[in-house]
């Protein structure tokens, strides 16, 4: 059998990674590589609050949450509809993006957005405060995000 070539090999696999399409945008604080990954995930997810973008809305929602500086505490708003835009008026609803990107993303684009991501969740946990009640009020309240008392509003 006849062996082939290693340029018709690269030539082949070139081929196979031609992207139809402009190329994906970069999110910022995270390198070209994880955001390639993360626009994959994001074009084929079957998640509906998943979408090609998402990932940067979220991230930016949650950096503009904690953006103001102070000591006060702040109060996550509920967000008054869930279609994919209005519910990112909830910054809870934008970790829980930010979570579940994570579960789909390859191991070395999940460490280096993990660490984005935990760096804004301890500024979290230091800016919001805990709700005893949030069993009984919030739906998914096995997550430690949707645990702090919320508000009307972004306010403090």
Known sequence: MPRRRPGALRAEQQRRRVRTGPPPERIHGL???TSAAIDRV????????IYPGATDRALRRYRSFLAP???KPRY?????????????????????VLAGVLQQLPARARGELRRQVARLDGAFRARTLPDPFAG???????????RRLAGGRDSG
Not at 136 to 146: E, V
């Open 31 to 33: 390198s070209a590589r």
């Open 136 to 146: 009984q009020r919030q739906w998914r309240s096995d997550l430690w995000w949707r």
């Open 76 to 96: 996550p708003q509920t967000s008054q509809c869930c279609c994919r835009g209005c519910s990112f008026d909830d910054v809870r609803h934008a970790r829980d």
């Open 69 to 71: 500086p102070g000591r």
């Open 42 to 49: 994001e074009q084929l997810s079957g998640d509906y609050f």
